[in-house]
Nanobody, 117 residues
Framework: QVQLVESGGGLVQPGGSLRLSCAFSGSIFSIYAMGWYRQAPGKQRELVATISSSGRTNYADSVKGRFTISRDNAKNTVYLQMIGLKPEDTAVYYC???????????WGQGTQVTVSS
């Protein structure tokens, strides 16, 4: 059974940086596309960034140039490096694992990121 555990969230000042990590277990990490999503209070969960099994990346327009998604298949971990953080980046950030059409999506429990002075 796939399990995802996020870490690295916290409180940071505007303009600051954080790196989120998502540890994957329970299956073959390298065959999954991985993603980061976020949900702010009162808003729907939204895509932040994804990385395919081959390393192709995709970003929401709101984070392009500031966030970088990466994966380490040797460590079964996906990362989200965030720089130039803004108050509007405040949200719970969730990790997602996607094996493809017809397969169950897996989610982590989320990690809180708060950007405030």
């Amino acid at each position: 059974q796939v399990q995802l555990v996020e870490s690295g969230g916290g409180l940071v000042q505007p303009g600051g940086s954080l790196r989120l990590s998502c540890a994957f277990s329970g299956s073959i990490f390298s065959i999954y596309a991985m993603g980061w999503y976020r949900q702010a209070p009162g808003k729907q969960r939204e895509l932040v960034a994804t990385i395919s099994s081959s390393g192709r990346t995709n970003y929401a327009d709101s984070v392009k140039g500031r966030f970088t998604i990466s994966r380490d298949n040797a460590k079964n971990t996906v990362y989200l490096q965030m720089i130039g953080l803004k108050p509007e980046d405040t949200a719970v950030y969730y990790c997602n694992a996607d094996r493809g059409a017809g397969w169950k999506l897996h989610w982590g429990q989320g990690t809180q990121v708060t950007v405030s002075s």
